[in-house]
């Protein structure tokens, strides 16, 4: 029996997905988007309100600690009240279901570990937890020694004295996020280029694909001979290379994607 021909781009998207040994799937805010979580740029996104250098810089954090921990703080409340949605659902339950998918991921906002731990029950999670790229707002590291760790309580940036300090030195705590100008943890990059290097598909998922080295990862799959398929409500500098570019939304489009029968 032959298989019959994709009659569109989803089902051609479907069976690219379904016949990939190795995939790579890059994820950015907008994968979030529909668990309420802001992205960072578009009508709605963060930096139409907040200026990125005030904000996500070291050279800001410097200047104004209480600033940059304020918002960091409001953006945890608000983000901490999200949970996963069918597109991490979906990726989550791909990568516990077949070897060779790996999920990297420039959120911050641990949405894929979520989804992992919840798709994994009981079992093993961790096929299905996330490279991350960019850090994650749950985590703190210490401005003056190497203490870095899990930190989820209430930020109160009402004064220099209430700022989070180190467990273990009392210097100021900072998120754990990579800031514009500062580089991405050395061995966590070179894992998501070897990955995307090897892989047959690299499936980019809600990120405008403008922020660097993150987006070079997709570029890397292609460039190794790869195919990339985007999913993206709208074009993003990505589009033009990529093998093929769905518009939709990431909730509708990437479960689907992933159906293991029509
Ligand atoms: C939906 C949807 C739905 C909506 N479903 N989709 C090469 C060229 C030019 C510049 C550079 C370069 N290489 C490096 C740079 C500099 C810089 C950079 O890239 N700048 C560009 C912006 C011009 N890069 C850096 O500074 C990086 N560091 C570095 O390169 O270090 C090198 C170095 C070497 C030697 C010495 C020192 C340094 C670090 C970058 C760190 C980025 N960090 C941020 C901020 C974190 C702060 C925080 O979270 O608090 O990470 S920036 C921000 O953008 C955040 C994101 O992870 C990142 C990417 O954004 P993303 O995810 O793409 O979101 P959006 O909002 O842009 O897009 C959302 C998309 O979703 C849209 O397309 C929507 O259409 C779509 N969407 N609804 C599916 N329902
Ligand atoms: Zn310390």
Redesign the pocket.
């Known amino acids: 029996m032959t298989t019959p021909l994709p009659t569109n781009a989803r089902d051609a998207a479907r069976a690219m997905l379904a016949a990939a040994h190795r995939i790579v799937v890059l994820t ?4 979030s ?2 668990s309420g979580v802001p ?4 009508p709605e ?1 963060l930096w139409r309100n907040f200026r ?1 250098e005030e904000l ?1 810089t070291p050279d800001a954090f410097a200047r104004d600690p209480r600033l940059v921990w304020e918002w ?1 703080g409001w953006r945890r409340e608000r983000v901490g009240a999200c949970r996963p949605n069918a597109a991490h659902a979906a990726l989550a339950r791909l990568a516990l279901a077949r070897e060779g998918v790996r999920v990297i991921t ?3 906002d641990e949405l894929h570990t979520d989804a992992a731990r919840a798709a994994a029950g009981t079992g093993d999670a961790s096929a299905a937890l996330p490279l991350e790229l ?1 850090g994650s ?1 749950f985590r703190v590291r210490c401005t003056a020694c190497p203490a870095r760790y899990a930190h989820r309580r209430p930020i109160d940036a009402s004064s220099d004295a209430t700022l989070p300090r180190c467990d273990r030195c009392s210097a100021l705590l900072r998120p754990d ?8 943890d050395h061995a966590t990059l070179n894992d998501a280029f070897r990955a995307a290097e090897r892989a047959a598909v690299c499936l980019v ?10 987006a070079s990862i997709a570029t890397a799959t292609l460039h190794a001979g790869g195919q990339v398929i985007e ?4 074009e ?1 500098p990505l589009t033009r290379t990529a093998t093929l570019s769905l518009r939709g ?3 509708e489009v990437v479960p689907e994607l992933l159906r293991t029968s029509p």
């Open positions: 950015g805010a907008g994968v988007a529909e992205t960072f740029r578009g996104g990125p996500a960091y420039q959120n911050v960019h707002i996020i990579v800031w514009f100008g500062e580089q991405l998922v809600g990120t405008s694909a403008v922020v660097h080295p993150a999913v993206n409500p709208e993003t939304a990431a909730a």
